[in-house]
T-cell receptor
Framework: GAVVSQHPSWVICKSGTSVKIECRSL??????MFWYRQFPKQSLMLMAT?????????EQGVEKDKFLINHASLTLSTLTVTSAHPEDSSFYIC????????????FGPGTRLLVL | LAKTTQPISMDSYEGQEVNITCSHN???????ITWYQQFPSQGPRFIIQ???TKVTNEVASLFIPADRKSSTLSLPRVSLSDTAVYYC?????????????FGAGTRLFVKA
């Protein structure tokens, strides 16, 4: 149990285009989802936290108009990188946790984004 | 949020027991301790979670002293495939404000 999927697993796009990444909790309802970014040889950096049906809460320094997050259902959150630039190239990882009690975060496999 | 401190890297040999200690001096009463394993280009994988004393599952044990200011992840008889980065995280799973901040992690290298 506790499986989180991401799609796509990798994407290459041209500078200026927008890219959408999906995160799904496959066997549990995720009241909260998180989006992280990870650069090579570095730790995960939390970008934003989203609760189902609410606006996402962004970490300091993360542009909310550039990284659009939608958590429309208890099993799906999307991250859209708008007007992507080469510096947005990174490994994007989502995680999800259920509600109530002691809940563990489970992570997706990640999405590799390369902006040319 | 409680900050965590771990050794940057550790080396071990196949078949040995590996203990990775994490310091979290500012842990709050409601905080749980969770360990994750991450391989290159993959998302972190949950290993074990605990609140106090000792927790054991099929892959690891987690030792937490009474003051809860540190915790030790114990991996019995490591193999080459255990080479990865291990993260210790501290957070309150019981409130809506819970979020996970990753520290630098410990890079474990298992040698033959």
């Amino acid at each position: 149990g506790a499986v989180v999927s991401q799609h796509p697993s990798w994407v290459i796009c041209k500078s200026g285009t927008s890219v959408k990444i999906e995160c799904r909790s496959l066997d549990f309802q995720a009241t909260t989802m998180f989006w992280y970014r990870q650069f090579p040889k570095q730790s995960l950096m939390l970008m934003a936290t989203s609760n189902e049906g609410s606006k996402a809460t962004y970490e300091q320094g993360v542009e909310k108009d550039k990284f659009l997050i939608n958590h429309a259902s208890l099993t799906l959150s999307t991250l859209t990188v708008t007007s992507a630039h080469p510096e947005d190239s990174s490994f994007y990882i989502c995680s999800a946790r259920g509600g109530g009690g002691v809940q563990t975060q489970y992570f997706g496999p990640g999405t590799r984004l390369l902006v040319l | 949020l409680a900050k965590t401190t771990q050794p940057i890297s550790m080396d071990s040999y196949e078949g040995q027991e590996v203990n990775i200690t994490c310091s979290h001096n500012n842990i709050a009463t409601n905080d749980y301790i969770t360990w994750y394993q991450q391989f290159p280009s993959q998302g972190p994988r949950f290993i074990i979670q605990g609140y106090k004393t000792k927790v054991t599952n099929e892959v690891a044990s987690l030792f937490i002293p009474a003051d809860r200011k540190s915790s030790t992840l114990s991996l019995p008889r490591v193999s080459l495939s255990d080479t990865a980065v291990y993260y210790c995280l501290v957070g309150d799973s019981n409130t809506g404000g819970f979020k996970t901040i990753f520290g630098a992690g410990t890079r474990l290298f298992v040698k033959a």
